[in-house]
């Protein structure tokens, strides 16, 4: 791979990746690659140590240890290029997200919920009563003991005399009141039923009125 740099060994020749220690093939140490120089030729012919040079041509990889570091060697590769292209998917995938955030989180509006007014409950009108037909008075007249009375004596001390008042039609009473009153008095004294006091001497009136009709009797006060 492109990414890891060569060293070519000066004992055999062959390349290697630098990060082995030693030449796959003839197994020199990667220190006295890259600063010893090859031996050269004896001018003189003497005979020394040298390494026994590959023949040119030859593809074939020596077997052994070699071969195993060889191995070992594509394997690291291998695995170094798959981490490197995962972390370039992870970093393509972070890119592409972080442009996409904005639009993919837009917020969805929520609609207001509906709020629904009940009107109020209309009252109900009370009914008005209808009022009863008001029967007409035609006349009112004042009697004692079932007699017609215009004129009578009362003495101070006496009895108190009850007096009736007689309405014409009798219906009309049930929806006309009837009233009594005293002209004087000081005088006479007329409660509610018609009853009839003498208190001082002189002249007085006892009224009784219904339906806007009244009828009136005379009644002398002497003196005691």
Known sequence: MGFIPEITCRRCGNKFSAIHS????????RKQ????????A???????????????????????????LFSSNTKWQFLFGCILIVLVIVAVIILI???????AKKPVETPEPTVEVT?????TPTPTPTPEPTIPVTSVSI????????????RIGADPLQLKADVYPVEAVTTAKLTW?????????????????????????VIAECGGVAASCKVWVPNP
């Open 97 to 103: 997200s972080a442009s996409l955030g904005p639009s």
């Open 119 to 123: 009107p109020p409950p209309t009252p």
């Open 22 to 29: 030693r030449c796959p093939s003839c197994g020199a140490p």
């Open 181 to 205: 009153r005293s002209s004087d008095e000081s005088i006479i004294t007329v409660d509610e039923t018609g009853l009839v006091t003498a208190v001082g001497p002189g002249w007085a009136e």
């Open 42 to 68: 004896d001018p003189e012919g003497q005979t020394g140590e040298q390494p026994a040079a590959r023949p040119a041509g030859s593809g074939k990889r020596p077997g052994g240890k070699a071969a195993a």
């Open 33 to 40: 690659q890259a600063g010893a120089a090859p031996r050269a």
């Open 143 to 154: 009697s004692f003991l079932g007699s017609p009375l215009k004129e009578f004596t009362q």
